[in-house]
């Protein structure tokens, strides 16, 4: 059993930055993949941006450029920095996590971008 806990999401201007965090705690292996989705109402979940425990990401278009997704294994914790946030940045993120033996998910985090 894995738990996330999200933070760091809030209201933002357009063109601000925001980072958020995700800690994940209970049975992590050494060996997983994080990331980050996001989702607005009406609209299906999507990647924003994946790691793997050995540092490998990968972003979606809509954020190459703009948004980092970094972590620290020592820590269990993955964090996303959005910069040059827009107005169709505006969702509920989530956090990811996935291993072997499962994937869950945290309750999420809203970003407000306000033009």
């Known amino acids: 059993q894995v738990t996330l806990v999200e933070s760091g999401g809030g209201l933002v201007q357009f063109g601000g930055s925001l980072r958020l965090t995700c800690v994940a705690s209970?049975?992590?292996?050494?060996?997983?993949?994080m990331g980050w989705y996001r989702q607005v109402p009406g609209k299906e979940r999507e990647l924003v941006a994946h790691?793997?425990?050995?540092?490998?990401?990968n972003y979606a278009d809509f954020v190459k450029g703009r948004f980092t997704i970094y972590r620290d294994n020592a820590k269990n914790t993955v964090y996303l920095l959005m910069n040059s946030l827009k107005s169709e940045d505006t969702a509920d993120y989530y956090c990811?996590?996935?291993?072997?033996?499962?994937?869950?998910w945290g309750k999420g985090t809203l970003v407000t971008v306000s033009s």
């Open positions: 990811s996590y996935k291993d072997w033996s499962g994937d869950w």
């Open positions: 790691i793997t425990s050995g540092g490998a990401t």
């Open positions: 209970g049975s992590i292996f050494r060996i997983n993949h």
